[in-house]
C-alpha cells in the first residue's frame, strides 16, 4: 500500500516539475527576469567603473552608492571563479549537472587516494 502511495507521489512530484519548467520557459521567453534585481541601475554601473578607473576607493564608491564593496568589486572585472561557475549547467530536469572539466575546477580528486602510513 505505501509503495503505491510513493509511486503515486513520484509522478505527481515529476508533473509538477514538467509544469513548472514548461511555465519558466514560456516566461522566458516573454522577457520575465528572474532572480534578485540589481542594485545598481546601468547607468550607476559605468559612473562606479569610470570612478574605479580613476583611481578611486571601492569603499568609497560603495558608501556613495549605498551598496557593499563586493558590489563594487564584481564591477571591476576580475573574476577568477568565472570560468568555473560557467562550467555548471541546468539540465532538462532543472538541475544543475557539472561536465569533467568543471570538477576538476571545483577541485575534485581525480588521482588514487595515498596512503600516509
Do not use: W
Amino acid at each position: 500500500m505505501l509503495t503505491v502511495l510513493g509511486g503515486l507521489a513520484e509522478f505527481e512530484r515529476e508533473l509538477i516539475m514538467a509544469r513548472t519548467g514548461e511555465g519558466r520557459l514560456r516566461a522566458k521567453a516573454r522577457g520575465v527576469r528572474f532572480g534578485r534585481p540589481r542594485s545598481l541601475t546601468p547607468h550607476q554601473r559605468q559612473e562606479a567603473m569610470q570612478r574605479l578607473a580613476d583611481g578611486e576607493v571601492q569603499a568609497d564608491l560603495a558608501r556613495s552608492y549605498g551598496v557593499s564593496q563586493a558590489t563594487i568589486s564584481r564591477l571591476s572585472g576580475d573574476r577568477p571563479f568565472e570560468a568555473s561557475a560557467a562550467g555548471a549547467q541546468l539540465s532538462a530536469e532543472g538541475r544543475r549537472s557539472y561536465g569533467a572539466e568543471s570538477a576538476v575546477a571545483f577541485g575534485a580528486c581525480t588521482h588514487k587516494a595515498q596512503s600516509h602510513n
